[in-house]
């Protein structure tokens, strides 16, 4: 399973912890695991810091050794049948056109197709409302609007890419943590 796309702020990271615990997952959150990079003062995490301050996308070599070696050690592990999770949900990944194709190529390797691709969608106020909110590093009103040209330039067009391939399902993002959960499950089945 796919789970990503929609803005920064959208939600995703919230519904994706959740869902990923209930139904047993590996989340597996890009970001998430950018910031554990920055946080332990790693190499990757050194190179890696600026770019998220500025709201860019980190590059593509780093953020796909990172996928790549999650879900190797879990089919491993699934393989050696000591794995806690049955399946992965991504979140935040894929992010533009060269990661959503190393990921085709990757999960072809694996053997383990995409089932669904969620896009959560939110308009712009509400975005810049919730992230402001949150007072993370990145969530200043400028890389904030950053981010979502990076997104709409970038991200975005991952969109029909996954509409193409009859993989995309969409969910209105406004309202409470736990409505926007039910759809999300209506959409699952
Ligand atoms: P991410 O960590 O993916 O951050 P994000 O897009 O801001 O979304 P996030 O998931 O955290 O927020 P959410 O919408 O859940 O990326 C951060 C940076 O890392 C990027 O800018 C980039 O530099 C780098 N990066 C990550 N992945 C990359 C990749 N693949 N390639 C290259 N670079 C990459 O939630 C936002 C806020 O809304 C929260 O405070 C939440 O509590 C709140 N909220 C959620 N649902 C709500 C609701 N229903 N009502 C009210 N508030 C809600």
């Known amino acids: 399973m796919l789970f990503r796309s929609g803005p920064p702020g959208a939600g995703k990271g919230t519904q ?12 597996l959150s890009t970001g998430d695991l950018l910031r554990a990079e920055v946080a332990a003062g790693t190499a990757l995490g050194q190179e890696a810091a600026a770019v998220m301050a500025r709201g860019e996308l980190v590059s593509d070599g780093l953020v ?17 049948g000591d794995s806690g999770t049955s399946g992965w949900l991504l979140d935040g990944f894929p992010r533009n056109r060269a990661q959503a194709e190393a990921l ?19 308009d712009d106020d509400l975005l810049m409302q919730r992230l402001l ?13 950053h981010r979502l040209t990076v997104y709409r330039d ?24 736990e409505a926007i959960a039910a759809r999300i499950q209506t959409l699952l089945g």
């Open 154 to 177: 970038q991200t975005a067009p991952l969109i029909a890419y996954y509409r193409e391939r009859g993989l995309l399902a969409s969910v209105d993002a406004q309202g409470s943590i």
């Open 64 to 80: 796909l050794a990172i996928v790549r070696s999650r879900l190797e050690q879990q089919a491993a592990d699934r393989q050696q």
């Open 16 to 27: 994706a912890q959740q869902l990923a615990q209930g139904q047993g997952l590996l989340h």
């Open 133 to 145: 909110g949150r007072g993370r590093a990145d969530d200043n009103a400028e890389v904030i609007r």
């Open 104 to 122: 085709e190529a990757l999960l072809a390797e694996l053997g383990q197709p995409i089932e669904l691709v969620v896009l959560m969608e939110l």
